[in-house]
């Protein structure tokens, strides 16, 4: 049994004293290699796969071998995909080409009414080789004034919405009566219920158009009064200038009860309605009676048979 226990222990020492042998031999020859490298002599040892810092003495050299090295990925510093840039260069190219075909040479008074071109007419009798122009009528001026500010609530058919609230102005008896209850409301606003045609509508807010300009009011005022087959006569900027003077004391807004006070036929001040104007380029023949008008009678004449 004793002899068994010396043999393990040798057998232990022995192995012992290989680990050591190794150790020392593999620090011995790591230090030779160091020391050959400091010296200028034997080979560097072996490097990285891709890197080539021992290529070269030089520190530039090897700075530049640096940076070549790609920087290793961030969180929050990913690259943008190439798909996700050219969907944003389309956007803005077709944002812009939009911008460029609709924005009305970036001109303030693009949407206003003006005179549309006609055909140029050569030279020849009555035509002088220039452009005429066709100056538009005052309703014509005011369908243009009522799609960009009146049709969202009162629709373009003139019937408005009487779920949300909004008075039709076809066949309004405000929009066929006299003038004034009808400037009294754009020029100022309606607030609170108003009945039309016999139907009562709710609480919805009537903005007042008095930022608008004279013209512009005249103008959208002729275009509700003849429109949708009402028969009011037309309203010029001469009235609204003269009515703007008297309502410039008013605070605020009409109502229902401010309107009842008022003839139905009650004009604007500042000339009387007449029939519609003369269209563009043609005047009313002198001495010829108002459309609509009764001649005078002759004294002694009799009337004609049926």
Known sequence: ???????????????????????????????????????????????????????????????????????????????????????????????GAYLGRFSGSFSGDSLDPGTVPTKSHGPGPGGGGQQQTAELSPAERGKKVFMSNCAVCHQASGLGSQSQGYPPLAGSEITNGGSRRAAMVVMKGLQGPVTVKGQKYGSAVMQLWESLGDLKVADVLTYERQEWGNHGGPVTKEQIAAFRKELASHPGSFTEADLEPVPADANLPGGEEGAAPPKPGEQAKPGAPPQG??????????????
């Open 293 to 306: 008008s009764v001649p005078p009678a002759t004294p002694g004449a009799q009337p004609p048979k049926p």
């Open 1 to 95: 049994m004793s002899r068994s226990l010396f043999d393990v222990a040798q057998s232990i020492a022995s192995v012992e004293r290989s680990e050591i042998r190794r150790t020392t031999g593999r620090i011995a020859r790591s230090r030779q290699t160091c020391c050959k490298i400091m010296n200028g002599s034997g080979s560097p040892p072996l490097h990285r796969q891709g890197m080539d810092y021992g290529e070269s003495k030089d520190v530039q050299k090897v700075h530049a071998a640096i940076q070549r090295e790609k920087q290793e990925p961030r969180v929050g510093l990913e690259p943008l995909s190439l798909w996700l840039i050219g969907i944003y260069a389309l956007a803005v190219f077709f944002g």
